[in-house]
């Protein structure tokens, strides 16, 4: 991708504001929720259920939520998603006040916050495009501003305030979150209109949705995007489930100290963020992509073979520079080149096929460490993210992206939206 001195427009610094504080209240919720969880049982598969409602959404209804995104409005489908979350929150707030909250309650409100997750991620996803003329640069860094806030507020400060909060009482945390929600649904409401996607007549929502996956499948440069958190989702995931357990014995780190490490892994996320327009300017936004991920694999194999908790801090470092950068030049790619009409599912499909391997990953790890050795699974995670990056190589090479923004490129140049008209031009095959 070539560089672009042209300044964000004004609305984007809104997006972001309202991003950013909806981020900060789900790193809330995120540390909250769990331990909220723990005050009313330790049976460790009612505290799983309501870790793994948050996730279901995607699992049962991504594609689809994708398709009814590409029908509706998309600012409109942000704000009210939050303000439906915000009132939500509400419910165990004042459960958790007159204490009759309970596990089954925790589940579902987790579910319905991700389904509302399910939709303002989306509707953001396919807005941002629309807001910023799918210019390539533009992408590129008004994603790394996207995500480094991300992490910044739901990696950093949300979580030790979700915790702080909760002391304060069992309401506070949820109530915060649902402030969130509410000034971010303000601020959505206050973005430039854009113009909606012609309806797709004849189709039923469930042909428009396989028609948004097939997209994907059938376009090597999106299929390579795809593959990559997926693949990586399952490798990562496999040390996720080991982690603490391998900080624990084979590097002797506490519970204070594997804190510290995990902030390293966030730190580096951060600077990966940040540099991740720079990659994609001097190396090509392909090869950078194969960089970065060859660098995460390289990482945790570093990581397997840490001897002290400082290189193994160092290693997470690294891996979270990796996909920092991985999931600026990634996202920003596919906004580029997916036709307007389609954002919504193909987005959604592709987070739908992330969220799918995270499960086959935890239970990898766990098998792996409990038949073999716990470094074990650090090993394989490495193995599996350096197969990925050969075979997704050639995927998303720099020659492949080029020709594919050069295809989404219409005759008017980036100053206007790109894209094909799905409905006379079948998904591309760059074979």
């Known amino acids: 991708m070539t560089s672009d001195i042209r300044r964000l427009p004004t609305g984007f610094g809104r997006l972001w504001t309202a991003q950013t504080i909806s981020s900060l209240g789900d790193g809330v919720t995120h540390a909250a929720l769990p331990l909220l969880a723990l005050t009313l049982t330790r049976d460790p598969m009612a505290l799983a259920v309501v870790t793994a409602a948050g996730t279901l959404p995607w699992l049962l209804f991504g594609v689809l939520g994708g398709a009814l995104v590409d029908r509706w409005d998309r600012r409109r489908t942000m704000w009210v998603a939050d303000t439906a979350r915000a009132v939500l929150l509400g419910i165990p707030a004042a459960a958790a006040m007159v204490d009759v909250l309970s596990i089954p309650l925790l589940a579902a409100v987790a579910f319905l916050l991700g389904l509302g997750g399910l939709f303002f991620d989306t509707a953001a996803t396919a807005y941002l495009p629309d807001l910023l003329r799918r210019d390539p640069a533009l992408l590129e860094r008004a994603n790394s501003r996207l995500r480094g806030a991300q992490t910044a507020m739901s990696g950093f400060a949300g979580p030790p305030a979700g915790s702080a909060l909760l002391a304060l009482g069992r309401a506070v945390p949820l109530l915060t979150d649902a402030v969130s929600f509410m000034l971010s649904a303000l601020l959505v409401r206050t973005?430039?209109?854009?113009?909606?996607?012609?309806?797709?007549?004849?189709?039923?929502?469930?042909?428009?949705?396989?028609?948004?996956?097939?997209?994907?499948?059938?376009?090597?440069?999106?299929?390579?995007?795809?593959?990559?958190?997926?693949?990586?989702?399952?490798?990562?995931?496999?040390?996720?489930?080991?982690?603490?357990?391998?900080?624990?014995?084979?590097?002797?780190?506490?519970?204070?100290?594997?804190?510290?490490?995990?902030?390293?892994?966030?730190?580096?996320?951060?600077?990966?963020?940040?540099?991740?327009?720079?990659?994609?300017?001097?190396?090509?936004?392909?090869?950078?992509?194969?960089?970065?991920?060859?660098?995460?694999g390289l990482a945790i194999l570093g990581l397997a073979a840490a001897p002290n908790p400082y290189v193994a801090g160092l290693a997470?470092?690294?891996?979270?520079?990796?996909?920092?950068?991985?999931?600026?030049?990634?996202p920003s790619l596919r906004q580029a080149i997916v036709p307007a009409r389609l954002m919504g599912r193909v987005a959604s499909t592709s987070r739908m096929l992330a969220m799918c391997a995270a499960p086959t990953g935890a239970f990898l790890g766990g098998w792996l460490a409990t038949t073999y050795d716990i470094r074990t699974p650090l090993y394989a995670a490495a193995g599996l993210l350096l197969a990925m990056t050969a075979v997704t190589a050639s995927m998303t090479s720099n020659r492949r992206v080029e020709a594919a923004l050069r295809a989404a490129a219409p005759a008017g140049g980036p100053d206007h939206p790109a894209g094909k008209d799905p409905a006379q031009v079948s998904a591309p095959d760059t074979l």
């Open 316 to 330: 997470l470092a690294v891996c979270g520079a990796g996909m920092g950068a991985t999931m600026v030049l990634g």
């Open 191 to 296: 973005l430039p209109a854009m113009p909606r996607p012609m309806p797709e007549v004849h189709e039923s929502l469930l042909r428009q949705a396989r028609a948004g996956a097939s997209y994907v499948f059938r376009d090597r440069v999106l299929l390579g995007l795809a593959l990559r958190p997926a693949v990586g989702n399952v490798a990562f995931l496999a040390v996720e489930t080991v982690l603490a357990l391998f900080a624990h014995d084979r590097l002797g780190i506490d519970t204070y100290g594997f804190g510290l490490l995990l902030t390293a892994e966030a730190t580096g996320g951060l600077l990966g963020a940040g540099i991740a327009s720079y990659l994609g300017r001097r190396l090509g936004t392909g090869t950078a992509l194969t960089c970065t991920a060859a660098v995460e």
